[in-house]
């Protein structure tokens, strides 16, 4: 038993580890994508959800899953899309946001209290509201001028 | 699924930039809660079918979708008065939905509802600025609003009537910001729940299945 429950942690680990594709600093686990990993009749079973319903990530990040799973050698898993609780900002991590942060993306929070990530100004112009992925949107710094991303409050 | 294809029909034909992402980010929104729908119907019915089925699959009569949502683009005014008239349809249903004992449906609703509201925002945005614009967007956008308000009086058939009140509401102040008027002919054109479409459907489906049916199972 003792082992197994160390093997569920390398997998938990592994699992956790996994990057977003199209925001390669924040893992599935800061993003909150990653649900659980348990063991369901000996079988390994991932549990993610989508962030946005049409995000085109979620096939590759589906793959890059079971690719880390592969590298521990568990081949027999399934990797569960779930849509209950449907996923929202709140859920990324405070590890998260600070990462989003670093990678020069605003992180989700109430809309008037927008930072440059740059300068750290507030009160940044919106460009667009559909940025370059569904969960941004373009914003520009009223002080510095550097344009920015915006992860959106969903 | 099929307003999906509509606006998927623009990307890289939108007038600027911004408004081409835009609608490409509200296509994949819209395709994106249709698979998840698709392949929760696929379930529930155990037949063994996929998403793709469904999508791939029908012919035209098989499809129950509303008629608002297959009509053209048209110009841009069209296209933003269409998706404002159904976002606002669509808003309250998804609210709605979120709380069904369907805990699969509950969660795909909870999150549409969200982005609904971004497309609303959207749409709605927009309309009022092209009402409240120059001279000829606001006659292209009275058009427009003219031209679609046939489709609108389907969203409202069977249980679908609660939402109608609340419509007429929120649509009539966003028409009313845009300093356009609110259509008063009462001749409303119905069938698309019981398969019965405008002649545009069935072009849309050649282009959109073609692949399939010509390669079935045809994969990336």
Known sequence: MVSVVLELDRVREAVSAVVDPEIPVMTIADLGILREVVIEDGRVVVVITPTYSGCPAMRQIEDDVRTALCDLGVEDAEVRMVYHPAWGTDRITPEGHRKLASFGIAPPGDETSILCPRCRADRPRMIARFGSTACKALMVCSACGEPFDWFKQL | ?220
């Open chain 2, 1 to 220: 699924m099929i307003l999906a294809q509509r606006l998927g029909e623009l990307i890289s034909n939108a007038p600027e930039l911004e408004i081409d992402i835009a609608i490409g980010n509200i296509a994949l929104d819209h395709l994106g809660v249709a698979r998840a729908l698709y392949g929760h119907v696929a379930k529930l019915e155990g037949e063994g079918r996929d998403e793709d089925h469904y999508a791939m699959f029908r012919d035209e009569r098989e499809f129950l979708n509303l008629l608002l949502v297959e009509q053209p683009n048209g110009d841009f005014a069209q296209t933003v008065v269409r998706q404002m008239l159904f976002d606002v349809y669509q808003l309250q249903l998804w609210e709605d939905l979120s709380t069904s004992k369907d805990r699969v449906l509950a969660g795909i609703a909870g999150k549409a509802m969200k982005e609904a509201a971004y497309h609303e925002r959207f749409s709605a945005g927009w309309v009022v600025r092209l009402g409240d614009g120059t001279e000829e967007s606001h006659t292209r956008t009275q058009g427009a609003l003219d031209r679609l308000w046939q489709y609108t009086g389907e969203m409202f058939e069977g249980e679908q009537a609660v939402y109608q009140a609340s419509w007429e509401r929120r649509v009539k102040t966003v028409i009313t910001e845009a300093g356009l008027v609110v259509p008063d002919d009462p001749y409303q054109r119905t069938g698309g729940r019981q398969g019965f479409h405008t002649e545009h459907l069935g072009h849309l489906l050649t282009e959109m299945q073609w692949m399939q049916r010509s390669h079935p199972g045809l994969q990336w």
